[in-house]
Structures are given as C-alpha cells and as structure tokens.
C-alpha cells in the first residue's frame, strides 16, 4: 500500500502524464475520430461491418495525405447495442483519447444517451438512429449533431406507403420499448392518419423477455390483416416463433434491421415464409456507393448492400473528412463543423469519393453523394434515404419494389 508521500507523488505523475497525453492529442498534425460502434448486443449484425469501413474510409483519406493537413486517427469502442455501456466508451474517448467527433452510432438509445457528452465536449457527433428527437434543437442545441438517416417518421411514412400499394385496411404495430421501436409506431400511425385510416391495434412490449406470447394474443386478437412491428432480431424471433406456433395465418411488415439470415435460420424456412420487410437502402447506383462496396466485400466477404449502416458510416468519415479538407488546416471544431452541409447539399460539383472531392476544393464548392444516399441533409441535419420492400421465399430476401418518401 502507497503511504501519503508515495500517493502524492503518485497522483502529480498521474497528472502531469494526462496533461502530456492533453497536448500530445491537441497536435496540429493529427485529428482524432472515435468509432463507437455496436459489436456485440442487438445491433451486432451490422457493428463490425460498420467499424471496418470507418477504418476502410480514414486509410482512404490518409493515402493521399490525409485532411486539412490532418492525418485522421480512429480509436475504436464497442457500445455493446446499449446506452450505459456506451456512456462509459464515450466517456473514455472523449476524456482518454480526446477525439474530436463521434462518429458511426446505430442505436436511438445509445444516441441519446450520449449526446449530452459530445455537446459538452464540442465534439461533432454522427449517429443512424431514427428516434425524432436526436436532432431535435433542444438535444442539438449547438448543432453539433447529424443523422444519416431519416426519422422514426421517415421510416413511418415508407411503411404507410408499403401498406396502402398492398392494399391493407386494418393493420395493428407491435413495438419495442425504446426511441426507436416507438419511433417507428408513432411515425407509421401518424402517415397512416394523414392517409386517413386508422390503426387497430397498438402493443408495446419491453425487452429481454424470454417469451411474447401475452403482448402477441393481444394483437392478433385485433384480428389485423398485417402487423407493422418496431423491433430488434432478438425479439422479433421469438415473436415470429410464437406466432407460428399458434397456426394463425398473418402478415408482418418488419423493419430491415429486425430481420436477417439469424432471424431466418432460427425461426425457419416455413416460419419465414412471406414475411414482409422494409428497409432504408443504399444509393446503390452511385459511384460512392461503388468504392464502398468494393471496401466492404474485402473488408467482409459480402455485398455492401447487405449493410446500409455500414454504408452510411463509410459516409461519416468521409464527410467529416471533407468539411475537415474545406475547413483548412488548424481550423477548430467549430469552423469544421460550418462546411459539413456545405461540402454534402448543392450547390457544388458532385463528387464521390475523399480524393476527388479534395481535388474539387481547390477551385470551389463541391457536393458529396454518397454511398448510403445523397447526403442532402435538411435543417434538422438529416438526410431521407430510399427505401424498398421486400419479402422472404425460400429462405432469401428478395426486393419487391423502392420506395422513394
């Protein structure tokens, strides 16, 4: 045990050492990026996916010398799909390695849970999640906050559309109890409102529940001719299971991330059978979308399209990058952060990728399309993607047709 002295001694070191990392991190030379991506938890599926190509995206940058004279640095944490474990990796990001922006975040919850800190570090903060709120001006008050993606609204609306062009009348939601599942709910009733019809059935059901069949009862005894589910694999498997096992014939509209080759080994090929999915995709005819790709199956051994999210955070890195490259060298985060719209929405020359549009720079404005959409983000600092509905046969999940909010 250190006696008074030693511990003294010990924690003037300590600081001393933290106030040489302080500088160390603040060189000019270098511009710190934390990737806080969900590895494990519900959001697994598409976390790994998500950090190598924020890892992919930066060595881009770097080859042909980095941003704004910057060479970006990525330090990567897992937000293990929940809000306490991503408070404590933000906070270690931001405290330890002092980054600079937060980029690559799927979960409303985990958004939300740490945007407070990114404000109150001044750090610029990059998140997928669909809960309104997240740009919201009271929770983005410093504007500090962009979504490459669009709302729970957004995602309500593609659902309303899929339901009116398939021709139901009575459909039920059946949601998870978080930012996002409510999100989807909310926003699909108030589309289904406009449109003038009505939802039959709303359930809200809460997590980690080893079974479903209570909140299931309830909504089918509504008797809906289709189920609009706001949901995660994990739960949505086990409802599917349950319902199958009652022997009810039903139509479910499930979200893109909810379901997946997991979802679909675990329940079946008879269970699986015409389940409807709507998801936001990729702006698959684009250039950038094609340099993605490319990462993404050397990264993956996959199609990039099976990953918008991984997608959308390719997009994080290199619009940061270009705000980075506008801004110039030494500029603060502030000065960063005013080109982020300027550098993605028109007027410019469309660009593609980190290198062409730091070419674009010298002779004036550019605006970046991206790989996961066109990254037009609107004055709440989010983008709207297209969006497609497709259904399961044999086992694969094949697209029906695009949906375009």
């Known amino acids: 045990m250190l006696n008074r002295r030693e511990l003294v001694a010990a924690m003037a070191s300590a600081t001393l050492f933290a106030s040489m990392r302080n500088v160390a991190a603040q060189s000019k030379d270098t511009f710190r990026i934390g990737a806080l991506n969900p590895i494990t938890g519900v959001g697994g599926a598409y976390g790994t996916g998500m950090q190598k190509m924020i890892l992919a995206a930066a060595d881009e940058v770097n080859a ?3 941003a704004g004279a910057r060479r970006l640095v990525i330090f ?50 990059m998140t997928f999640g669909g809960a309104p709120e997240i740009t919201n001006p009271k929770v983005n008050p410093k504007k500090l906050v962009y979504r490459l993606n669009t709302t729970g609204d957004g995602f309500g609306s593609a659902f309303a559309d899929v339901c009116e062009r398939e021709g139901f009348k009575r459909p039920a939601t059946m949601a998870f109890n978080n930012a996002s599942g409510i999100g989807i709910a909310e926003g699909f009733k108030k589309a289904w409102d406009l449109k003038g019809h009505k939802v039959i059935e709303a359930v809200v059901y809460e997590p980690n529940q080893p079974s479903y069949r209570s909140e299931l009862q309830k909504v089918l005894s509504a008797k ?57 995709i990729s702006n698959e005819a684009s250039t950038a ?98 969006f497609d509905l497709a259904v399961i046969s044999n086992g694969q999940i094949n697209r029906k047709y695009v949906v375009k909010i």
Request: proline share 4%; net charge negative.
């Open 224 to 280: 809906p001719d289709v189920i609009i589910m706001g949901s995660y694999i994990a739960d949505t498997t086990i409802i599917i299971r349950e319902w199958f096992e009652t022997g009810e014939t039903q139509k479910w509209l499930i979200p893109g991330h909810a379901v997946g080759a997991d979802l679909i080994k675990a329940v079946g090929p008879e269970a699986s059978e015409g389940l409807m999915v709507v998801n936001s």
């Open 289 to 386: 979308f094609s340099i993605y790709d490319a990462a993404y199956r050397k990264a993956m051994n996959e199609s990039g399209v099976s990953n918008i999210m991984a997608a959308a955070s390719w997009d994080m890195l290199i619009v940061l990058a270009l705000a980075l490259e506008a801004a110039g060298p030494n500029a603060d985060i502030m000065a960063i952060n005013a080109k982020i719209k300027e550098i993605s929405n028109p007027p410019g020359k469309l660009v593609s990728s980190f290198a062409e549009g730091k070419e674009a720079l010298k002779s004036g404005k550019i605006n970046y399309e991206g790989a996961s959409s066109a990254i037009d983000f609107n004055e709440f600092s989010d983008v709207v993607p297209d």
């Open 76 to 125: 990567a944490e897992d937000d293990q799909s929940q809000p306490q474990a991503a408070v404590l990796a933000t906070k270690k990001l931001l405290e330890i390695d002092n980054v600079q922006a937060l980029i690559g975040i799927w979960s409303s919850g985990v958004a939300l849970a740490t945007i407070p800190l990114t404000n109150d570090a001044n750090a610029i903060f």
């Open 64 to 66: 042909v010398g980095g």
